[in-house]
């Protein structure tokens, strides 16, 4: 995994990036703070993770200041989001949940937090951060299903 040092943020690896404009990141769309905030390593490995999964990423979340992050429901404290080290993606249709997973996991992203709104509807949220001074697991939020963790988990495992 490549590694950067720089101190200042350099915003110029924008132009390499193919699949995403700063302003999907924007906290209000056309605010900049896409651009000026979000981190580089995420954004690189994220535009590597859209190439390899081949599907549309719509991104419903980017940067937030720590003051709209404390106004969201169920938002964590102190959240990668607000120092753009997080995004979350939409998915709709269980085939597109497990290509947008499995390109994460193959651009070496740990940290992946799975909102699972409705399994009916066969839609949901993935959380994905590189954040390294949070603790570097998986998680799952099942609160609004019926689906037992046990369940998701095993199709989990599948994917390998
Ligand atoms: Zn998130």
Redesign the pocket.
């Known amino acids: 995994m490549m590694k950067y040092f720089t101190k200042v943020k350099n915003k110029n690896f924008w132009a390499e990036i193919k699949h995403f404009q700063p302003h999907e990141f924007d906290e209000e769309k056309g605010d900049g703070t896409g651009f000026e905030q979000m981190d580089e390593d995420l954004i690189r490995r994220l535009d590597k993770a859209r190439s390899i999964a081949g599907v549309p990423f719509q991104i419903t ?1 980017g940067y937030r200041t720590p003051l709209k992050n404390s106004q969201l429901e169920g938002a964590v404290k102190g ?1 990668a ?1 607000t120092v753009g080290k ?1 995004v ?1 993606i939409r998915w709709i249709g269980r085939e597109n949940y497990f290509k947008i997973l499995n390109a994460l996991k193959q651009v070496g992203f740990i940290r992946i ?1 799975h909102y699972i709104w409705s399994e009916k509807e066969n839609r949901g949220t993935i ?1 994905v951060d590189n954040s390294t001074i949070k603790p570097q697991v998986q998680w799952y939020n099942l609160a609004s299903t019926k689906t037992t963790k046990t369940n998701w988990e095993q199709r989990f495992n599948n994917i390998a």
């Open positions: 979340s959240s989001h997080a979350d937090g959380h």
